[in-house]
Structures are given as C-alpha cells and as structure tokens.
C-alpha cells in the first residue's frame, strides 16, 4: 500500500546513462546493464587482502568492552528505533523507518524478542542477511562508467 501511494504520489525520476564495457562500447541492453554490473561488483569484491603477521601484532590489543558484548536491551533498541532516519533506501522488507517508527509501541516488544534470539542462536535469518546494492554516482566523470558510482 505504502509503495503504491509513493509511486502515485512522488514520481521516480532516474537518471541513468548506458554504461559501457570494460572497453568501451555503449551498452544499451538492459540485461547486459545488469551483467556489466555484475561484472564490476565480482572484480571489485575478488581481490584478497592479506594481513602479515608482524601488522597483525604490531596492533594494539584493546580490552574487551562489555557493553557491546551484552545482550540488547529494549531500551536500546527503542532508543535505536528513534534515531532511526527517514529516506533511507528500504530493507527487503520494504518498510520505510516511518512506519517502524509511528508503529514503536505495537512492535518494539516483537523486535526485542526476534533480535534476543538471533543473538543467543547465533544464527541470522536468511531474508536479514539479504542486501540491496544501489549505485549512487559520484559526479566525478561520466555515468557511464562502473567506477564512477
């Protein structure tokens, strides 16, 4: 419903530019768009890092600091939901914060409990893990090119 009103309410504006391959012809295509930007987000993320050893010992050890090691209060996360900012891009889920904000009394408790067993299961939801890449260009050279987002 929410989507619905937004897109009868708001029109999406996208400015978007063909990109261009690796070297250097226009892809209009929207299907190999999408595969060129594969295509980017494998070479960017492929590269390994490695760390020696001596860099690795050559940092300082903090002490460990328990109130990241507690468990969430829901306290907390009713502090968090609060602080939470509007026209952010949406979750899977396709809440914006608003909504989880307006609706903090009716969900608050629900959210304490979902969180207080993810966090004494240790396991994330499959759907919690999911992420949604949005590419955002940095006005610096053309929009055509993947590097320039």
């Not at 978007?16 to 226009?26: C, N, Q, S």
């Not at 307006?102 to 993810?118: A, E, F, R």
Request: contains cysteine; hydrophobic residues 40%; glycine residues 6%.
């Amino acid at each position: 419903m929410y989507d619905g009103i937004k897109n009868a309410v708001v029109p999406t504006v996208r400015k978007t530019a063909p990109l261009k391959t690796k070297t250097g012809e226009v892809i209009t295509d929207e299907g190999k768009q999408m595969e060129r930007w594969v295509e980017h987000y494998l070479e960017l993320y492929a590269a390994e890092n490695e760390v020696s050893k001596d860099a690795l010992d050559a940092v300082k050890q903090m002490p460990v600091m328990e109130e990241f090691v507690a468990m969430l209060t829901m306290e907390e996360l009713g502090r968090e939901i609060d602080c939470l900012a509007n026209g952010k891009a949406l979750g899977e889920d396709g809440i914006p914060a608003v909504i989880i904000m307006y609706n903090k009394p009716v969900l608050l408790q629900h959210l304490h409990s979902l969180l207080t067993t993810i966090w004494e299961e240790g396991y994330v939801p499959l759907s919690m893990q999911n992420s949604k890449i949005l590419t955002v260009c940095k006005q610096k050279g053309g929009r055509s090119d993947c590097n320039n987002y």
